[in-house]
């Protein structure tokens, strides 16, 4: 069983302020590492992915994966009430007996006040 | 468009009675899964297919079948619902597997099951 652990929520930050997810996962052979963003009712839909270590920034959302320490970060700046979301963090191997498996995180619930 | 289809998106039914969700994806993708999603524990993989006639199970597959005859479609099975099988189910496609090689996963709408 692979494990993927997120920051317990649910975080609550003002309009304006940087948002910050945490996602851990237990198997080192771990190559694919994605956010998924889920509104209430609604099916994920990917925000980032990231595959190797380091920082990958796309518009407001940076993410931040480092492999030795098995971690992976979504932050969100300047967060607007639009964000208001449930953040999925999901990894997979891509190899071996578990290609084909993507193993989600329990998610972390975000609210944006204005 | 492309999409992932998913039919019924709701369904309240008996303990019992055989049910069948549709799956259905427009884009060619060959790898295809089912999870379920409950409060407080996320999403939680039922069955995978990597290609037609190909399919494997995923964390939860007791109680559920599937089948690929097609590449298109992929149904999901109850052959005898209980209560416990209410949640929320979610079929993905994707052209390869688990999101990999920058290929990510397209969600269906998603279907509410409840198992009376």
């Known amino acids: 069983q692979k494990e993927v652990e997120q920051n317990s929520g649910p975080l609550s930050v003002p309009e304006g302020a940087i948002a910050s997810l945490n996602c851990t996962y237990s198997d080192r052979g771990s190559q694919s590492f994605f956010w998924y963003r889920q509104y209430s009712g609604k099916s994920p839909e990917l925000i980032m992915s990231i595959y190797s270590n380091g920082d990958k920034e796309d518009g407001r959302f940076t993410a931040q994966l480092n492999k030795a320490s098995q971690y992976v970060s979504l932050l969100i700046r300047d967060s607007q009430p639009s964000d208001s979301a449930t953040y999925l963090c999901a990894v997979n191997t891509d190899r071996g007996s578990t290609l084909g498996r993507l193993y989600f995180g329990r998610g972390t619930q975000l609210t944006v006040w204005p | 468009e492309a999409q992932v289809t998913q039919n019924p998106r709701y369904l309240i039914t008996v303990t019992g009675k055989k049910l069948t969700v549709t799956c259905s994806q427009n884009?060619?993708?060959?790898?295809m899964s089912w999870y379920r999603q409950d409060p407080g524990l996320g999403l939680r993989q039922i069955y995978y297919?990597?290609?037609?006639?190909?399919?494997d199970k995923g964390d939860v597959p007791e109680g559920y079948k599937v089948s690929r005859k097609e590449k298109r479609n992929f149904p999901l099975i109850l052959e005898s619902p209980s209560p416990n099988q209410t949640s929320l189910y979610f079929c993905?496609?994707?052209?390869?597997?688990?999101?990999?090689?920058?290929?990510?996963?397209?969600f269906g709408d998603g279907t509410r099951l409840s198992i009376l």
């Open positions: 993905a496609s994707s052209l390869s597997p688990g999101g990999g090689s920058n290929q990510p996963q397209h």
């Open positions: 297919s990597m290609n037609v006639e190909v399919t």
């Open positions: 884009m060619n993708h060959e790898y």
